[in-house]
């Protein structure tokens, strides 16, 4: 938004004199993806969803170990341990204590604890494999298909449209019978193969409307490859919708994961998943309750975590779906004075004060420190 400065005001002779100095948005040089970091920060739930997140998972991967790298906590999720106290929890909150087995332990006396940890990192591996390879086949196959357009895109989404017919459950069940018993990491990647559909779709879609832009004749006009245009002009537009589709396919990733290992499809033991922990303590809900609520209660929690942050992520890189204050103007002095004849550029909405109250085309204010949006101070010379 431009705000005209009437020509009647002088300039000051130098800028001793008191003259204010307005930067321009090349002076501020604020980047489009510096805008929308702004965007998500102040969306505060998916702050914190993001942080929790990171908090939950690397608090399990810690205790559990990586690779040949051993955890800080003293069982193991395969060790047998003579059951202790009728395998009770021994968490305590007041006054903090873990005991010797916070979770308790299970029917055959493993430490609960360790196993809840060791399904909690296989599942953030799983769901985080499966949104990784679904997003990176979803782009290409959508890109290619909104790109080419013609027979590329009759025959992408033709097979498209196959592999979406088939319910995910049932296609993820044949992949797990197969794969299953072979680690967590393999049952993630065959289970990505089939994850991409809507992402591909979505892909698409917004594709066929950037390859009509300007910019895009531009570059093709200037010699530009096709996969330039594809991967350096057309994606950077799009990756808003691939960055807020991933995070949801991650979020389902969750989910199927916890039904194929809760159908006894998914992760086989002796590994264990949160999915295959519920599956395994289901006869146990009456008696031990514990058994059953701690990896629920974590299946739940990365849920509404990841989709708190796909949300974030949502209003972050649309604006139009929540009003965001970028900047605010303080309070200029009393002898600030404008340079006559020229335009200054200020943040859309901004409202700059002189003297605790100033008029700037039809803005009023008498608030020192103010900042409006734009259903509250619109821009004058739009709809005009």
């Known amino acids: 938004m431009s705000i005209p400065i009437d020509p009647s005001l002088e300039p000051p002779s130098s800028p001793s004199d008191g003259g204010v100095h307005v930067q321009t948005a090349d002076e501020r040089g604020v980047s489009q993806g510096r805008l929308t970091l702004r965007r ?3 969306h505060k739930p998916a702050v914190i969803s993001a942080i929790l997140f990171i908090l939950i998972v690397g608090f399990a991967v810690s205790a559990t170990g990586i690779g040949p790298i051993p955890g800080w906590w003293k069982w193991s999720y395969e060790q047998l341990i003579p059951i202790t106290n009728s395998g009770l929890p021994t968490l305590t909150l007041f006054p903090f204590s873990l005991g010797d087995h916070p979770f308790g332990q299970s029917t055959v006396g493993k430490d609960y604890f360790a196993m809840v940890m060791r399904g909690l990192v296989n599942s953030s591996y799983i769901m985080f494999t499966i949104g990784i390879i679904g997003a990176f086949l979803g782009v290409v196959v959508g890109a290619l298909a909104g790109y080419y357009r013609g027979w590329v895109d009759s025959v992408l989404m033709r097979l498209t449209d196959i592999v979406i017919v088939i319910p995910v459950i049932v296609i993820g069940a044949v992949v797990g019978s197969a794969v299953g018993g072979l680690g967590p990491v393999l049952l993630a990647v065959f289970l990505g193969f089939v994850a991409w559909t809507g992402i591909a779709r979505l892909v698409r879609a917004e594709f066929l409307t950037l390859r009509e832009r300007e910019f895009v004749e531009a570059a093709r006009v200037a010699g530009a490859s096709d996969a330039r245009i594809i991967f350096k002009h057309i994606l950077p537009n799009a990756i808003g919708v691939v960055i807020v589709a991933t995070t949801l396919l991650i979020a389902a990733a969750v989910i199927l994961e916890t039904s194929l290992s809760f159908l006894g499809y998914g992760v086989r033991s002796p590994d264990v998943s949160l999915g295959l922990l519920i599956s395994a303590n289901e006869s146990a ?11 629920a209660f974590f299946i739940v929690i ?9 949300d974030g992520l949502r209003d972050a890189f649309d604006p139009r779906q929540k009003r965001v204050v970028f900047r605010k103007v303080k309070e200029l002095p009393q002898d600030a004075v404008l340079v006559g004849g020229t335009t200054v550029d200020v943040p859309e909405g901004a409202l700059v004060t002189a003297g605790g109250g100033t008029n700037v085309s039809g803005v009023t204010s008498e608030r020192a420190d103010d900042v409006l949006d734009e259903e509250i101070a619109p821009d004058p010379g739009r709809g005009a």
């Open 40 to 42: 998500f920060l102040a």
């Open 285 to 295: 809900f009456q008696t031990r309750p514990w058994l059953f609520w701690w990896p």
């Open 302 to 310: 990365l849920s509404l975590l990841v989709n708190f942050v796909g």
